[in-house]
């Protein structure tokens, strides 16, 4: 049986961790819409040691938020046994996710994220010294399918993660040379899950209810993990369990629903940072994001470039709200 309690009878969402994304209220936002599992933005070995300002920031989280794993990346074994240690000491998470699919060059170039899927003993390493550290508490691992279409090894890199006793294993479908381009390889996530007996996660390019239930039936992916689709649409949490669980197709939110969650995103940033302009200002790129789900999204994403305030945001609201209801008064004429 399988140790992790948010897998027993059922299929748990999981929010995909993004940097400068999934914050605290981001992650609230989305649980509220059903998200069951939630990790931190990804936190490095030597942030942890030092426990800066942003470090804090990263690893700030409600009891309401839990299970939450926190997600750790990092070459070095030593080190990131003791990061680990120190968390759970610190934060009391639910588990430690390691990071071995980040592919920026800032990560890799020190050998960290996807850099150890080519260097499997490394890998090991880290994964077995983390497990060996914080035992009971459980650590998962998050992995592309490869460095590149030559090297597609998530097949191998999953085996030795469960030999090393990670106890869940999140397999985003592309390699590291894809970054997000082209189309997650479903399939290679279908062999991981057949070729392990741990939960295999599978994530990469989820955007519908629909999508989720497709890849349930065809894979035998243990839940599932949904990531920029959740920045345009944190809702789909909500619409992918009722469909999971009775087959219903929900009503997508009207217009005006949308923009309630937009507001109350904007609201609860201003809140958390005391200051209202660079909150806002700070949100410019979460509002293109949610443009993508809008009428009139290429308007949006200009006004949206240039908001300071919520007075801004809610000038946008109201215009949009009333063009959008003219196009269909006038369409139905
Ligand atoms: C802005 C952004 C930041 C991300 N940051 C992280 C991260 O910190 N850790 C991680 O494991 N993956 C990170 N990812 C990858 C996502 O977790 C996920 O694997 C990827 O977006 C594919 O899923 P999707 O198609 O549902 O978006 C990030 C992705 C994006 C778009």
């Known amino acids: 049986m399988n140790a992790l309690p948010w ?16 914050d605290k209220i981001f992650r609230q936002l989305c649980k509220e819409y059903g998200a069951d599992v939630l990790t931190t933005e990804f936190v490095s070995a030597e942030g942890i040691f030092r426990r800066n300002e942003r470090t804090r920031e990263y690893l700030d989280f409600d009891d309401v938020e839990r299970p939450l794993g926190v997600q750790l990346f990092g070459a070095d074994a030593a080190h990131m046994a003791e990061a680990a240690k120190q968390v759970v000491d610190w934060v009391r998470p639910d588990f430690v996710d390691l990071n071995f699919g980040c592919p920026v060059n800032k990560v890799v170039c020190k050998n960290g994220g996807s850099a150890l899927l080519k260097d499997c003993p490394t890998l090991a ?6 497990v060996r550290a914080i035992a009971p508490l459980p650590t998962t691992a998050k992995i592309r399918i490869g460095w590149d279409a030559d090297s597609v090894n998530a097949v191998r890199v999953a085996k030795i993660l469960e030999a090393c ?8 479908g592309r390699t590291r040379a894809q970054g997000y381009s082209g189309a997650a ?13 741990i939960p295999v996660i599978g994530n990469g390019d989820l955007t519908s209810a629909a999508d989720v239930a497709k890849r349930k039936r065809e894979t035998g992916i243990a839940g ?6 959740a920045m345009s649409t944190p809702w ?13 197709i929900l009503d997508p939110p009207t217009l005006e629903e949308r923009w309630k969650v937009i507001r109350r995103h904007c609201e609860l940033v ?5 200051v209202e302009e660079p909150a806002i200002r700070s949100m410019r790129a979460r ?7 809008m009428p009139e999204a290429k308007r949006l994403r200009e006004k949206f470039s240039q908001v300071s305030t919520l007075a801004d945001v809610e000038v946008i609201a109201r215009e949009n709200i009333s063009q959008s209801t003219a196009t269909t008064i006038l369409a139905a004429a």
């Open 185 to 197: 390889d479903w399939n290679v996530i279908g062999e991981v899950a057949a070729a392990v007996a």
């Open 7 to 22: 897998f027993q009878n059922q299929f748990p969402l999981f929010l995909a961790p993004m940097a400068g994304v999934s």
């Open 125 to 130: 390493s880290v994964a077995e010294s983390v």
């Open 287 to 293: 509002l293109m994001a949610y443009s993508k789900a």
């Open 236 to 248: 789909i949490f909500r619409e992918t369990k009722a469909y999971l669980s009775n087959s219903v």
């Open 165 to 172: 006793g990670i106890s869940a294993l999140t397999v985003h």
């Open 224 to 229: 599932a993990m949904i990531g920029r689709a």
């Open 270 to 274: 201003v809140r958390d940072w005391g």
